[in-house]
């Protein structure tokens, strides 16, 4: 099994940015999933950000967040990045990583096996 763990999640201001990070852990390696990101706000549903492709190389995002978000991963440190910029109050959510054992991204929550526990991002007026 895969056990997922988010961190870097906090409180900025509009216009600021972050960095979170997903590291995996257990029995396969994260080079061998694609992985994702979600959010989730109150009140809606979980919805996708981005993801990155089992090999790397390619990305997929959200239209919301093209051009503000990037997707990077580290197969050596198992760790899936995600870079936000120009953060908006809209961005405000729980922020989770999740993987799935194949070579491309989907853009459905139910198609991913591995969920992490989620890191709060909280963007402020």
């Known amino acids: 099994q895969v056990q997922l763990v988010e961190s870097g999640g906090g409180l900025v201001q509009t216009g600021g940015s972050l960095r979170l990070s997903c590291v995996a852990s257990?029995?396969?390696?994260?080079?061998?999933?694609?992985m994702a990101w979600f959010r989730q706000a109150p009140g809606k549903a979980r919805e996708f950000v981005g993801g990155?492709?089992?090999?790397?190389?390619?990305?997929d995002y959200a239209d919301s967040v093209k051009g503000r978000f990037s997707i990077s991963r580290d197969s050596a440190k198992s760790t899936m990045y995600l870079q936000m910029n120009s953060l908006k109050p809209e961005d405000t959510a729980i922020y989770y990583c999740?993987?799935?054992?194949?070579?491309?991204?989907?853009?459905?929550?139910?198609?991913?096996?591995?969920w992490g526990q989620g890191t709060q991002v909280t963007v402020s007026s």
């Open positions: 999740a993987t799935r054992p194949f070579l491309s991204v989907s853009l459905f929550s139910s198609e991913y096996g591995h």
């Open positions: 257990g029995r396969t390696f994260s080079s061998n999933y694609a």
């Open positions: 990155i492709s089992r090999n790397g190389f390619n990305t």
